[in-house]
């Protein structure tokens, strides 16, 4: 095996064009190295960050829970409407709740209905994760190849979606990263150096935020690769350089306060439904329709993790061969202990495995260090074609969406996914003549490409999708003022979010005449399926109504065509 060391070139051979050039700026010192990937972030995080309309269901829950927390002062309990939301710990909440507050202070209108405000956490979370992995690679390759290990992370389209998406889980990678980058530099440094200060307060802080913000999961993953090492070392003296006696102290002060909180404030019901109903029922069965076999995450990595997926493929022989060497083994307990566990749990959502992602494309430039990636590999040329298939089939599949659902042809969007498409058929030539480097920055490209006409020009064309939006508006444009609003048949918690927290939800055609018949000023939504019978019982009771708007699309999480009709009374007259 080649040289591992953190100075192995990471080049195409006698390449002195632009990828040399730009690579050698890259190398001029971190700042430069940070700058790309902040540039590299903002072009595949920004497009659609705004205009994307709150995603059911689990985030608008978060966003709404925070909204609570705001309207009630109430910064312990965590609750959606009248229920309790007791599945993730605080942190989260409290990090959107604080961006919310300034953006109020700050004089930003309607800031407490405007979904962006509560995804900046996200979006600076993923950025600190792509900036924290390139940290993290710092311990096992050079600058460069550490800089083109955190671009195959920040050009993944797991990470482009949950940038976006007011969630855990681009803050989890963020902090997952601070505490695996410790780890690697505790392990390789084999206990006989001492951590700096910071690298600890990193690791220790990175623990402390990660459990705050999803419960065990950061514990897991370094958990588990430390048992790993200590297995196959037979020794755990190299953990001794994280300074645990400190470290864990600060941790329990971070965390326990809330906990504790919660715990009386709940009478113990925050552990039983955290523990008992969430984490125990993804374990025995698939949560919430999320159920699905056990290969459901290496299926889907290759779009997941595209475009590196297909060069971490290639790379797996690489890391079977070379598992005894420090640098390897380090990223295998990493992520296969961690993999195995998310395949065999049935509940599986495609973000689960994201902070494992790091770990392979730390793999992947090992493998491109020591010349092992290639097109000469074993079905590597063929395998290759995924890179402009994906993007590919998302031209066609969004185009046929637009058609289907909005009767419409999105040119922007296909168009712009197409060149995507384009471009990462020119980055498979490029690898397929050898030139694997140039072929990952060209692939760099093609995702921004995918960011901005997926997210940018598709998704904000797909108005058929945009459901809850179209009925806040419609209960905004109203006749009577500040309406009370009720929804029958229609129940998304981005309509929640988007109307107000008092949002009657009604059992019933009858139930739905009465809130109307109460008098004053009332919106209500009522899905197609009760609408008949609603109109006959507000006729028979002599309740006026005024049709306001007729909402139609497409429920993707009910996957099927929807029209809801918006009523209100008949104010004034």
Same mark, same amino acid.
């Given at each position: 095996?080649a040289?591992?060391t953190?100075?192995?070139?990471?080049?195409?051979?006698?390449?002195?064009?632009?990828?040399?050039?730009?690579?050698?700026?890259?190398?001029?010192?971190?700042?430069y190295?940070?700058?790309a990937?902040?540039?590299?972030?903002?072009?595949c995080?920004?497009?659609?960050?705004?205009?994307?309309?709150p995603?059911d269901?689990?985030?608008?829950?978060?966003?709404?829970?925070?909204?609570?927390?705001?309207?009630?002062?109430?910064?312990?309990?965590?609750?959606?409407?009248?229920?309790?939301?007791?599945?993730k710990?605080?942190?989260?909440?409290?990090?959107?709740?604080?961006?919310v507050?300034a953006?109020?202070?700050?004089?930003?209108?309607?800031?407490?209905?405007?979904?962006?405000?509560?995804?900046l956490?996200s979006?600076?979370?993923?950025?600190?994760?792509?900036?924290?992995?390139?940290?993290?690679?710092?311990?096992?390759?050079?600058r460069?190849?550490?800089?083109?290990?955190?671009?195959?992370?920040a050009a993944?389209?797991?990470?482009?979606?949950?940038?976006?998406?007011?969630?855990?889980?681009?803050?989890?990678?963020?902090?997952?990263?601070?505490?695996?980058?410790?780890? #690697?530099?505790?392990?390789?440094?084999?206990?006989?150096?001492k951590?700096?200060?910071?690298?600890?307060?990193?690791?220790?802080?990175g623990?402390?935020?990660g459990?705050?913000?999803?419960?065990?999961?950061v514990?897991?993953?370094?958990?588990?690769?430390?048992?790993?090492l200590?297995?196959?070392?037979?020794?755990?003296?190299?953990?001794?350089?994280?300074?645990?006696g400190?470290?864990?102290?600060?941790?329990?002060?971070?965390v326990?306060?809330?906990?504790i909180?919660?715990?009386i404030?709940?009478?113990?019901?925050?552990? =039983?439904?955290?523990?008992?109903?969430?984490?125990?029922?993804?374990?025995?069965k698939g949560?919430?329709?999320?159920?699905?076999?056990?290969?459901?995450?290496?299926?889907?990595?290759?779009?997941?993790?595209?475009?590196g997926a297909?060069?971490?493929?290639?790379?797996?022989?690489f890391?079977?061969t070379?598992?005894?060497?420090r640098?390897?083994?380090f990223?295998?307990?990493?992520?296969?202990?961690?993999?195995?566990?998310f395949?065999?749990?049935?509940?599986?959502?495609?973000?689960?495995?994201?902070?494992?992602?790091?770990?392979?494309?730390?793999?992947?430039m090992?493998?491109?260090?020591d010349?092992?990636i @290639?097109?000469n590999?074993?079905?590597?040329?063929?395998?290759?074609?995924?890179?402009?298939?994906?993007?590919?089939?998302?031209?066609?599949?969004?185009?046929?969406?637009?058609?289907?659902f %909005?009767?419409?042809?999105?040119?922007?969007?296909?168009a712009?996914?197409?060149? #995507?498409?384009?471009?990462?058929f020119?980055?498979?030539?490029?690898?397929?003549?050898?030139?694997v480097?140039?072929?990952?920055l060209?692939?760099?490209?093609?995702s921004?490409l995918?960011?901005?006409?997926?997210?940018?020009f598709f998704?904000?064309?797909? =108005?058929?999708?945009?459901?809850?939006?179209?009925?806040?508006?419609?209960?905004?444009?109203?006749k009577?003022?500040?309406?009370?609003? @009720?929804?029958? @048949?229609y129940?998304?918690p981005?309509?929640?979010?988007?109307?107000?927290? %008092?949002?009657?939800m009604?059992?019933?055609?009858? %139930?739905?005449?009465?809130?109307?018949?109460?008098?004053?000023?009332?919106?209500v939504?009522?899905?197609?399926?009760?609408?008949e019978?609603?109109?006959?019982?507000t006729?028979?009771?002599?309740?006026k109504?005024?049709?306001?708007?007729?909402?139609?699309?497409?429920n993707?999480?009910?996957?099927?065509?929807?029209?809801?009709?918006?009523?209100?009374?008949?104010?004034?007259?």
């Open positions: 095996m040289n591992l953190p100075f192995s070139h990471i080049g195409d051979a006698g390449d002195q064009g632009w990828v040399e050039r730009f690579l050698s700026w890259v190398e001029r010192g971190h700042g190295a940070c700058a990937l902040v540039a590299l972030c903002l072009m995080f920004l497009p659609g960050f705004s205009s994307l309309q995603m269901r689990d985030e608008p829950r978060f966003a709404q829970a925070t909204k609570q927390m705001l309207e009630t002062g109430d910064l312990v309990d965590i609750r959606f409407q009248d229920e309790a939301r007791h599945k710990p605080v942190g989260i909440y409290w990090i959107q709740a604080s961006v507050a953006a109020e202070a700050l004089g930003v209108p309607e800031a407490k209905t405007t979904i962006a405000l509560y995804r956490p979006l600076l979370g993923a950025i600190g994760g792509v900036l924290l992995s390139y940290w993290a690679a710092l311990a096992f390759l050079s460069r190849g550490a800089f083109l290990a955190a671009s195959l992370v993944s389209i797991i990470l482009m979606v949950e940038s976006k998406l007011a969630k855990t889980d681009a803050t989890l990678l963020a902090c997952s990263m601070a505490v695996m980058g410790g780890l #690697a530099r505790a392990y390789l440094g084999q206990g006989s150096v951590l700096p200060v910071r690298t600890c307060v990193v690791f220790w802080l623990m402390a935020i459990i705050l913000v999803k419960g065990p999961m514990v897991m993953f370094a958990g588990l690769t430390s048992v790993c200590i297995f196959k070392d037979r020794s755990a003296y190299w953990l001794r350089s994280l300074r645990f400190w470290g864990l102290l600060a941790t329990l002060i971070i326990l306060p809330w906990f909180a919660i715990a404030k709940s009478h113990g019901e925050f552990f =039983q439904a955290s523990v008992g109903q969430d984490m125990l029922a993804k374990v025995a949560q919430e329709v999320h159920g699905a076999p056990p290969g459901f995450y290496i299926i889907a990595f290759f779009a997941t993790f595209w475009p297909i060069l971490a493929a290639i790379a797996v022989p890391a079977w070379n598992r005894h060497i640098e390897v083994a990223c295998l307990a990493w992520i296969v202990p961690s993999w195995i566990i395949e065999a749990v049935p509940t599986k959502l495609p973000h689960y495995v994201m902070p494992l992602y790091p770990a392979i494309a730390i793999v992947v090992l493998a491109v260090s010349k092992f @290639g097109p590999r074993p079905l590597a040329r063929l395998a290759s074609w995924v890179v402009p298939l994906i993007p590919l089939v998302l031209a066609v599949g969004l185009l046929f969406a637009s058609i289907s %909005d009767k419409t042809i999105a040119y922007s969007g296909f712009v996914t197409l060149f #995507a498409a384009a471009m990462a020119v980055s498979r030539n490029i690898f397929v003549q050898g030139r480097v140039g072929s990952i060209t692939s760099l490209l093609a921004v995918v960011a901005v006409g997926v997210f940018g998704q904000h064309d797909l =108005q058929s999708l945009k459901i809850s939006p179209r009925l806040a508006e419609a209960a905004k444009e109203a009577c003022p500040t309406p009370v609003i @009720g929804t029958l @048949g129940r998304e981005s309509l929640v979010f988007l109307t107000g927290t %008092d949002l009657n009604l059992d019933g055609a009858q %139930d739905a005449a009465d809130f109307m018949k109460k008098g004053g000023c009332r919106v939504f009522v899905d197609n399926r009760y609408n019978a609603f109109r006959m019982l006729e028979e009771q002599g309740i109504l005024r049709r306001q708007v007729l909402v139609s699309g497409f993707i999480n009910g996957g099927k065509r929807i029209d809801i009709f918006v009523y209100e009374t008949a104010y004034n007259e």
